[in-house]
């Protein structure tokens, strides 16, 4: 298991577009993969838009990226760039 804290900085937060490259970019890889907000016991599953768009995420939310499984250092790596990147937005 490989995991990693990140901070969304979105101004508009964790909504349909970043979920949706975030999904995206997580069924590329083998690993199983969570992102968990950080003091919940909540979880969803990365490569689900509509679980990760029940998470309900705002700009300064911090959230743990956690993958299990062959590629699991890759993944957790390269999602965590998509978010230090704001999913491309200004």
């Given at each position: 298991?490989?995991?990693?804290?990140?901070t969304?900085?979105?101004?508009?937060?964790?909504?349909?577009?970043?979920?949706?490259?975030?999904?995206?970019?997580?069924?590329?890889?083998?690993?199983?993969?969570?992102?968990?907000?950080?003091?919940?016991?909540t979880?969803?599953?990365?490569?689900?838009?509509?679980?990760?768009?029940?998470?309900?995420?705002?700009?300064?939310?911090v959230?743990?990226?956690v993958?299990?499984?062959?590629?699991?250092?890759?993944?957790?790596?390269?999602l965590?760039?998509?978010?230090?990147?704001?999913?491309?937005?200004?």
């Amino acid at each position: 298991m490989y995991a990693q804290k990140i901070t969304i900085k979105n101004e508009a937060g964790f909504h349909i577009r970043p979920a949706q490259l975030f999904s995206e970019r997580a069924v590329q890889f083998q690993s199983t993969i969570l992102l968990k907000p950080e003091g919940t016991t909540t979880t969803a599953d990365a490569k689900s838009i509509l679980n990760l768009m029940t998470l309900g995420l705002e700009k300064g939310a911090v959230v743990v990226i956690v993958a299990e499984g062959p590629d699991e250092r890759e993944a957790v790596e390269k999602l965590a760039e998509l978010v230090e990147s704001g999913f491309g937005e200004a």
